[in-house]
């Protein structure tokens, strides 16, 4: 059966052939602990987990690998950085375009006395960094945005952000999980102190790997929230200090950094300018032939060079529950309907409680599978009609 997978921003299907290789290679062939032992396995696989990080380096143009720390996703990411950074009395400024993995660590650490704006975006999902910038108070010790909505795909002026925060001494911190491997990222041209990634996502690497980039210096106002074996200094009962150590305790998902690294190196090879031009293309052919479609409302910005490979929907007179089922079991195309793990951001643009449907392109996806997708909601369109 052929699949038409548009689910991409919830995981990206298919993986390239590279990554799975670099995990069965890793099993079969080392499938060691790295940095606990010092033979040639464990060598191996150190090198594994630092070539992995050299990667992901290369791709945010960090300071060096050891700026790179690896999690089980973004959300562990942003919970180590939240939860290790902030303190009772601290001020945070949000915007109303976040995920849940923002949103629920800052609503928990209020109740440890944190305070909290949540900034207002344009009923389009439009975030004025301006508005930012009036939100800030003398408490303010942290702004934190998405660099792109998974919901309406709009692309938010991090760079911006960025420098009203570093002139104020305002840490910023970037939920990256919609972007690495997808958009151009230059953290030391943009000015980001922390920026979480995942690895399932456009980095094509597999579920359970992500991280976070953290500006050096920055790393000791961050308390990690967990300690344990590092593999060094183990005459301490201390953690360490130093970084990546800091803030990676236990034996790693090795054999998932293996993929991660191999999904990173992917988008290297590729290269992201190649990669953007094929989601814009893809994304402003939907957008040309869904906006032609009576009955369907689009939600975001229609510029396909402002947004991701995410497009957000409604089909008149139907539920978008309704919608997806119907896709999934007739024409065989896999959406996501509903909140997508973002209240918020439906709120804001008018879509709570029914969501919307969601379409989210990768690479692999073509023209064809557009066509057929938008034949599909003509007809679906039509059964009540």
Request: with cysteine; proline share 6%; net charge negative.
């Amino acid at each position: 059966m052929d699949y038409i997978y548009f689910d991409n921003a919830a995981t990206s299907w298919p993986k390239p052939d590279v990554m799975m290789q670099a995990m069965v290679d890793f099993n079969r062939n080392i499938g060691a602990n790295p940095g606990r032992s010092g033979h040639r396995l464990s060598i191996e696989a150190a090198r594994i987990v630092f070539d992995a990080r050299e990667a992901m380096a290369t791709l945010l143009n960090a300071e060096g690998p050891d700026t790179i720390i690896f999690t089980r996703n973004a959300t562990e990411s942003l919970n180590i950085v939240l939860h290790g950074f902030l303190r009772p009395g601290d001020h945070v400024i949000t915007s109303s375009m976040e995920h849940n993995s923002v949103m629920r660590p800052l609503h928990a650490l209020l109740e440890q006395g944190m305070k909290l704006t949540v900034v207002q975006c344009s009923p389009e999902g439009v975030l004025d960094p301006s508005d930012i910038e009036r939100a800030i108070e003398k408490e303010t010790r942290l702004i934190i945005t998405t660099h792109a909505s998974n919901v309406t795909g709009n692309i938010m002026p991090i760079s911006e952000i960025a420098t009203l925060a570093r002139a104020r001494g305002i840490v910023y911190c970037v939920d990256a999980a919609q972007t690495v491997g997808s958009l151009p990222i230059d953290v030391k041209r943009d000015g980001i102190d922390i920026m979480a990634f995942t690895g399932h996502k456009s980095l094509y690497g597999p579920q359970g790997t992500g991280g976070f980039y953290i500006r050096p210096g920055l790393e000791k106002m961050v308390k990690p929230i967990e300690q344990g074996g590092t593999g060094s200094r183990s005459e301490f009962e201390e953690h360490p200090d130093f970084m990546p150590d800091r803030f990676e305790s236990g034996t790693p998902n090795t054999i998932g950094i293996a993929g991660l690294g191999a999904g990173a190196k992917y988008v290297l090879d590729i290269g992201i300018d190649a990669i953007r031009e094929k989601e814009v293309s893809i994304t402003g052919r939907f957008l040309d032939a869904i906006s032609s479609i009576r009955g369907v409302k689009i939600y975001g910005g229609k510029d396909p060079h402002r947004r991701t490979p995410v497009v957000s929907f409604t089909i008149e007179g139907h539920m978008p529950s309704e919608v997806s089922y119907i896709l999934d079991r007739e024409y065989n195309i896999m959406s996501r309907p509903g909140l997508q793990c973002a209240p918020s951001a439906h709120r804001t643009i008018g879509s709570f409680p029914e969501g919307t449907v969601r379409f989210s392109f990768g690479i692999f996806n073509t023209e064809e599978q557009i066509a057929l997708a938008i034949s599909a909601l003509e007809k679906i369109i039509h059964m009540r009609s």
